[in-house]
């Protein structure tokens, strides 16, 4: 009888190890419509943090790269193939806190936020991916179920490897433990990928605000274009597919309708999600009153109260 106990007893351990292995410490979920900022607040959030960091819409935007480059134009027609090809790739996700660049904020200041680089069978595509080709078929390409599917076990592969590992720090009271964590953004983060996640925000602006960012950060590419290539900068306007501010804000109205009525993981709030509208607010205060709703609920002291 103690034989077995102690085999009982070694076969839970065991149990209980793989689990804590799997298990995360701390998991922010930032989900949020098209363009609502949740990219940059989920990188600064993070490197705030020490935590790791995943941008799952960037895996979406592979497989709609991966279709256009084998010219899948109907996605209801050919899933086989793209679920295929996304089986058959590898997405990696580079998060960089060492390599930053500022990030500007369109109401006001600076903060640093770390470089993302999106390797697609370890090709660097991460200017590829955003271009607007790729933002107007990544809506389809994301409402396939079996798509979801063949993306929900990278997601999830990628969150655990990017994942940094509790520490002790000394402190004012003695040693303290920091939790480790990861920070994931995307549409279905808080209600599929991860629902039980410590912490989950909901990042929502209006459609012209969202519309503003976007044209800004593709009038910020084209400039850093032309100034690598003197073809480019020796002309003085934007490329004849370089949308208006007003064009962008009609693309992602319907980016949203996509997106609320797809039939697969629609875009929704999850009912214990923090909603933060930062139509009016500055880069810095939605990045550092997230990050001390996480100290919040880790039993950390926050760092922001003055904001």
């Known amino acids: 009888m103690l034989c077995l106990r102690a085999t009982l007893c070694r076969r839970a351990s065991q149990r209980l190890l793989v689990h804590r292995r799997l298990a995360r410490d701390f998991t922010i979920a930032i989900d949020g419509p098209a363009a609502s900022g949740k ?6 959030v993070a ?28 996605v209801s027609t050919g899933a086989t193939d793209l679920i295929d090809l996304i089986n058959k790739s590898s997405v990696d996700i580079k998060f960089q806190p060492s390599s930053t660049r500022s990030a500007p904020n369109l109401i006001t200041g600076r903060l640093s936020v770390p470089d993302v680089r999106i390797l697609l069978n370890e090709e660097d595509v991460s200017e590829e991916i955003r271009k607007p080709e790729v933002n107007r078929l990544v809506a389809k390409v994301a409402s396939d179920g079996g798509v979801r599917t063949a993306v929900l076990g990278i997601q999830r592969a990628l969150a655990s490897a990017a994942e940094t590992r509790s ?5 004012k009271d003695g040693v303290v433990s920091v939790p480790g964590g990861v920070v994931m953004d995307g549409r279905d983060i808080g ?3 991860f629902p039980d996640a410590e912490l989950k925000i909901y990042l929502d602006a209006s459609a012209m605000a969202r519309a503003i960012r976007r044209w800004d950060e593709m009038n910020s590419s084209l400039k850093q274009a032309r100034a690598a290539d003197p073809a480019l900068a020796a002309g003085d306007k934007a490329p004849a597919e370089y949308p208006s501010v007003e064009d962008i804000a009609r693309e992602l109205e319907e980016r949203d309708y996509a997106d609320i009525n797809r039939e697969h993981s629609p875009l929704r709030i999850a009912k214990d999600a923090v909603v933060i509208d930062n139509t009016a607010m500055t880069f810095e205060q939605q990045v550092y009153s997230i990050a001390d709703l996480a100290r919040d609920r880790m039993g950390l002291e926050r760092k922001h109260d003055d904001l």
Not at 39 to 44: D, F, Y
Not at 50 to 71: E, K, M, P
């Open 39 to 44: 990219s940059s607040t989920a990188r600064a």
């Open 191 to 193: 209600t599929t990928i």
């Open 167 to 171: 520490t002790s720090v000394a402190g």
């Open 47 to 74: 490197l705030e943090l020490g935590f790791g960091y995943i941008d799952s819409g960037s895996i979406y935007r592979c497989a709609t790269l991966l279709a256009l480059r084998n010219n899948i134009a109907d």
